[in-house]
C-alpha cells in the first residue's frame, strides 16, 4: 500500500446557511483555505471527490452545480458518492492506491435546515414498509436508547456524561453550534424530547459544507511538517431492517475498526449523533477509559449532514498536525441506528 | 506503483422494460446481481465488496435505497459504496469498484447500477424548481437538441444521419434478448417520417426510459462546469481529454482500427458522429462520414452499439453500466447474436449532466501489457 497522509482540513457550520442547497459560496471560501494551508493549488490536485444527498438539497443532481466551486475548466478527474463525504475521502485513497493519482481534495455540504431532517431522514427506510408510516430519525434513535437502557447497558446519567462533556469541549471549538456544559444533574432535570432522549441528547440540525486535502508519500511533506498517515481505512454495511437488528449494537463498526486497525488510538472523533450513540461505538471500537473521545464537542455539538463524518477524520488529524497525539481515529456513520459505519486510523509515523 | 490487473468475470442485466412493475426494487437489482454470479460461477459468499450506482434518488423517491437494499444485495457485513455522477454513473460506478481490485484492497468485487423509474416519476424528479437558478423547463431532448442543431451546422452534416443511427441501432437491439424497443420495421424512412420532438430530433431517435474475463486496459472520468462562455458543448472539452488519457493508458495510437467494438452513451441518434469526433475516432466534422458510410454497423470498421445501446433501452442511471459491460461482453465473445467476430478490445463510454461528465473504460480480450 501507499502511504497516504491527511494534510489539510476546512470546515463551516452554522445553525442555517443563508444561501444555496448546493453550498458553492459556502464551498468556495473552504477550498480557498485548504490551498491556503497546503501551499497545494487547483492544478496540484490529482482528483476530487464529494459527498452530498439530492434529497437533502430537495432536487436532483445537486452536486452538479457545486463542481463550480473547484472551477473545473480545464477539466479535472472527479466523482461523487451519494454518502457522508467520509466515503468520498475513502474513494479518494483508493483513486491514489491504484498509483493514477499522489494528491486528492474531499469535500462535502449539506444544508440541513432546508427540510424538516427528521422527516425527510424517513425515507431511507423500506419504501414499502417502513416509510409510509414515517418513522422520524429522532424516535428511532429514542427506540434504541430505550434498548439499551431496558437491557441494562447504559443509563440516562451516562449518556447525560456524554453531552456534558461534548458541550464543554465545544467552548474551544469556534465552529461548534451548541456549546455550554454545566452538570449532569443539571443535564438530567431538563425536559423530556422523544423520551429517554433530551435536546442535548440529539445532534442539533447543522448546515455546513468541509473540505480534506490527502497527499501521498513526499507530497505530503511539501503540505505541512507533521502529516496525519493513514494507517488503516475501512468501512462496512449491516442491514437496514430494524425488526432484524439488536440495535444495541452497530456489528458493522467492530468489523469496520477491527479492519482498520483501530487498537492504541489516543484520541477518537466519533460520529455519534446522539449520545448513546458514543456509548456504542465505544464497545464496538474497543476504546477504553483512557482514549479521548471527541475533544471538538463531536457531532451532539454540529452535526452538518453529509459532512459530520468527514469532520471527524479532519478533527483528528489536526491532532496529529499540532503534535498533541500520535495516534488518532476518525469515525463516519450513515444510514438509521449506525447501520454503517467507516473508521479512519491515523497517526505520526508511517 | 503498478495497479494489480483486473477482468470482468461476470456480466448479469434485466430484461429492460418501460415498467417494472412485476419486481420491486431489490427483486429488480437480484435479476442482474443473480445473472451476473452464475456468469462468474460465484455466490455472495464470494464477494468482498459492493458498489452500487444509481442516477438521482428522485427517481425512486428513497433516499440512499442502497440502504435499504444491503441485505437483498448481499452487503450486509461487507463494504458498500454508493456512486452518483449523473448520467455517466454507471460507468463511474464500474470504475470505482475496478480501482478497489487494481488498489488491491479487494479480490472479487460487485458491482450494480440500477434505475426503477416506474417507482418515482421521473419528470417531477427533474422538474423540482431550484432556488437561485432560472429553470430549464426543457427535459434532457430540448436542453440537448440546440447542441445536434449546432452539429449539423458546424459539420455541414446532411439531416438523415439521425435515422441512419436510430434505424442501425433499432436493429442491432433485435439481436439482444434485454434491449427495451424491439421494432423491427423501424427503417430510415420510417424514422424520418415519425413525429418531430424537439427539432432536429425527432421520436425515433431518442431513447426510452426503461469465464472469458475481459482485461481492463484502462479508466478514466472527467468533469467540467455545466455553463461556462468558453464551453464547447458539442465537442467537450473533458470529452476529448479523458479519450486522450484513456487511449494512452490502453497504449492505443489509432483508436479507429485498434478498437474493435464501442459502446458509446448515444440517448439521441446525433451523438453518435458528434462523440465519434469527440473520441477521436474521426477528425472534427467528419464524425457523420463515418456513420453514413455504414462504418458503424455491426459489419463496419468500428461497430457502434451493437447491443442497440441507450437508443434501446435506457434506465438512466444503469445505461453507462450496460455500455461497460456490453464493451466486456463483446471481448469475452458472450455477446450471442450482437457479436463482433473477432472483437480483441472494445470501449465503454458514459456520460452525464450537461455533456460534462464523462467516464470510460476500455477492455480487452488479453492481459493489460502495462
Redesign the interface.
Known sequence: ??DVAVVGFAQRQMAEFDG??TCVELLVPILAECYEQTGFTRKDIGF?CSGS???LA????S???A??AI?????????????DAA?AL??AW??I????VDTALVYGFGKSSAGVLRR??A??????T??PLWPDTVSLAGLQARAGIDAGLWDERAMAEVANRSLTDAEKNEYAIRKGGSSVDELLARPMYADPLRKHDCAPVTDGAAAIVIAADDRAYDAVERPAWISGF????????LG?RDLTRS??AA?AGEAAGGAGVEVAELHAPFSHQELILRGELGLGDDVRINPSGGALTSNPMFTSGLNRIGEAARRVWDGSSDRVLGHAT???AL??NLVCVMGAEK | MSKQPAAVIGVGQTHHRAKREDVSMAGLCREAVDRALADAGMGFDDIDAIVVGKAPDLFEGVMMPELFLAEALGAAGKPLLRVHTAGSVGGSTAIVASSLVQAGVHRRVLTLAFEKQSESNAMWALSVPVPFNMPVHAGAGGYFAPHVRSYIRRSEAPTHIGAIVAAKDRQNALKNPYAHLRNPDTTVESVLASQMLWDPIADEDTSRSADSPAWIHGTVMRSEPTTAAERDQVNPQAGREAAAALWTQAGITDPLNEIDAAEIYVPFSWFEPMWLENLGFTPEGEGWKLTESGGTALDGVLPVNCSGGVLSSNPIGASGMLRFAEAALQVRGRAGEHQVDGARRALGHAYGGGSQFFAMWVVGAEPPAN
Not at chain 1, 71 to 83: D, R
Open positions: 500500500m501507499r444555496s442547497p476530487w444527498s439530492d434529497y430537495g432536487r436532483s443532481f452536486f452538479v452545480s463542481v463550480d472551477g473545473v475548466l480545464p477539466p479535472v478527474n472527479e466523482s461523487h458518492v451519494e454518502m466515503w475513502y474513494e483508493i483513486k492506491q491504484t498509483g493514477e425527510t431522514l425515507l431511507q427506510l423500506d419504501p414499502y417502513m416509510t475501512a468501512h462496512n454495511a449491516d442491514a437496514l431492517q432484524g456489528p458493522s468489523r450513515s444510514g438509521p447501520q454503517q
